[in-house]
């Protein structure tokens, strides 16, 4: 058996009978006015964060969510667009498909705007979407890619750049692990299923997606999430794991690389009311501006003694540099 049938297992054992302790189930991240989550949706919420943010979700975007689970962020993306099939939802898993339809069903009952045909459910795999080239505006996983091995994890993210449109956004949840994890943590099927041992660095996380072509990385957050302990897991050492939330944006690749937004800043704090570096970079005085990692390299290594660097927050908020 495959690391994909096991998962293929396991998510089908979740939708059969939900887990409220499989994987990393969280509680609704979004409460919006006129939005009623059903308690089921919230206990079949199998994703370690959120990837609903509402700055991009305007003008009604066309969505696509890969991994349905019970169908809660893919109600919360309908309430963004109320339209006919605006949001995609695809699994490879029939029984959480079917899951989720009937969870349509209830929040229809809740929620007088939602209709379930807002939501186009399909059958398809991650490595092979069944979605047009250049169709999609904003695309989501949560908690998915992690459980991917290196050239799996290459097809499925080549696979999302295929289809979202120029300046597209794939805003994903997943975990990662700055401890190096021993061959059979990484070889554990079943942990690697349960979103757990496939957890990559961060550093290395972003470089897939760069690889891939996205010119524009935003790292949004990154949480606490779990712990794999001697007494409960094979390893001689405890080893911390968390979560993070990032949008990769299908910018054209700029010359001298992307730019990967980690929560730094910089702030001006000379004699001048602002400080421009000439190269499209204007720090007004005392107001801190945010900076992708690359520009950060590029005005540090101006060695000046009036510009604050801050380090890395690995939380963006939009704006900044570029």
Not at 9 to 22: F, S
Not at 126 to 147: R, T
Not at 151 to 174: F, N, Q, T, W
Request: proline residues 6%.
């Amino acid at each position: 058996m495959s690391y994909l049938e096991t998962t293929h297992n396991v998510y089908k054992e979740a939708a059969l009978t939900p887990d409220v302790g499989l994987c990393c189930t969280t509680n609704p991240i979004w409460e919006l006015p006129g939005l009623k989550i059903p308690r089921i949706m919230q206990e079949m919420n199998y994703g370690c964060g959120s990837t609903v943010h509402a700055r991009d979700l305007t003008n009604n975007p066309k969505m696509l969510y890969v991994g349905v689970g019970g169908g809660m962020e893919l109600l919360q993306f309908s309430y963004f667009n109320r339209q006919k099939g605006g949001v995609i939802g695809l699994d490879v898993v029939d029984e959480m498909l079917e899951a989720s339809r009937k969870n349509f069903i209830e929040a229809e009952e809740m929620n007088p705007w939602f209709k379930s045909n807002f939501v186009d459910l399909r059958k398809g795999d991650a490595l092979n979407l069944p979605v047009e080239n250049n169709s999609i505006d904003v695309a989501a996983q949560n908690c998915l890619f992690n459980i991917f091995k290196s050239d799996d994890l290459k097809k499925a993210i080549a696979e999302m750049y295929r289809v979202l449109k120029p300046h597209g956004r794939l805003v994903m949840s997943d975990p990662t692990c700055e401890q190096p994890m021993n061959a059979k943590l990484r070889n554990d099927e079943r942990l690697r299923a349960l979103c757990l041992s496939g957890s990559l660095p961060i550093n290395e996380y972003v470089k897939a997606l760069t690889n891939a072509g996205f010119g524009t990385i935003e790292i949004r957050a990154r949480k606490p999430y779990r712990v794999l302990d001697p007494k409960n897991y094979p390893t001689n050492e405890l080893i911390y794991i968390e979560s993070i939330e990032v949008a990769a944006i299908k910018d054209p690749m700029p010359k001298d690389g992307p730019c990967v937004f980690t929560g730094k800043a910089a702030i001006y704090y000379g004699d001048d009311d602002f400080f421009d570096d000439g190269a499209g970079h204007t720090l007004l005085k005392n107001q801190p501006l945010a900076i992708c990692d690359k520009t950060a390299t590029v005005l540090k290594n101006l060695n000046r003694d009036d510009i604050y660097f801050s380090e890395s927050t690995f939380h963006y908020d939009g704006g900044g540099c570029c």
